[in-house]
T-cell receptor
């Protein structure tokens, strides 16, 4: 079992819908990252958080350290949000820069 | 422009070929990484360089050989690869001294081994 599990693995929704992607992890962490990967392959960092909640535009990321769980929300979803969303954690016991990645959630937003 | 540039974007090579992947970062970072992304699998860390010294090698076969001549450039030399090495190879950089410095990724090289 991977140390980082994402759900769902695939998600298809209509434009305008509210989207939630979940990430659960099994180790103590210093930080959690949400990343976005478009079909071309490049990966963009969306959020890095260690507690609470962060918001950027239509994207919101939350984390509950006690429950070892994070969610990424997209409000008023748009076809350009279609991408793979990846959760990654930096374990406390690992080297300072080592991330453990989830398998990704493929999101498709239809017009 | 991501700040991290990878070339080539696509590469097809035979099992007896020798090729190199190149990564260049313009962000002033002092740590660079090679990741492998295979279909339906999480990103796998291959190598980490900090201040031009290799600090991590995740049991990667010797047919993959990294080189970091300076803090801005990173290469991955490939020789006698296998078809199962076909994947997306991603380069990333960060600021090593900053404990929670985010990673900045390139667009990747899509490698196909025939």
């Amino acid at each position: 079992k991977n140390e980082v599990e994402q759900s769902p693995q695939n998600l298809t929704a209509q434009e305008g819908e509210f989207i939630t992607i979940n990430c659960s992890y099994s180790v103590g962490i210093s930080a959690l990252h949400w990343l976005q990967q478009h079909p071309g392959g490049g990966i963009v960092s969306l959020f890095m958080l260690s507690s609470g909640k962060k918001k950027h535009g239509r994207l919101i990321a939350t984390i509950n350290i006690q429950e070892k769980h994070s969610s990424l929300h997209i409000t008023a979803s748009h076809p350009r949000d279609s991408a793979v969303y990846i959760c990654a954690v930096r374990p406390l016991i690992q080297g300072a820069q080592k991330l453990v990645f989830g398998q990704g959630t493929r999101l498709t937003i239809n017009p | 422009e991501t700040g991290v540039t990878q070339t080539p974007r696509h590469l097809v090579m035979g099992m007896t070929n020798k090729k190199s992947l190149k990564c260049e970062q313009h962000l002033g970072h002092n740590a660079m990484y090679w990741y492998k992304q295979s279909a339906k699998k999480p990103l796998e860390l291959m190598f980490v360089y900090s201040l031009e010294e290799r600090v991590e090698n995740n049991s990667v076969p010797s047919r993959f050989s990294p080189e970091c001549p300076n803090s801005s450039h990173l290469f991955l030399h490939l020789h006698t690869l296998q078809p199962e090495d076909s994947a997306l190879y991603l380069c990333a950089s960060s600021q090593w001294s900053s404990y929670n410095s985010p990673l900045h990724f390139g667009n990747g090289t899509r490698l196909t081994v025939t």
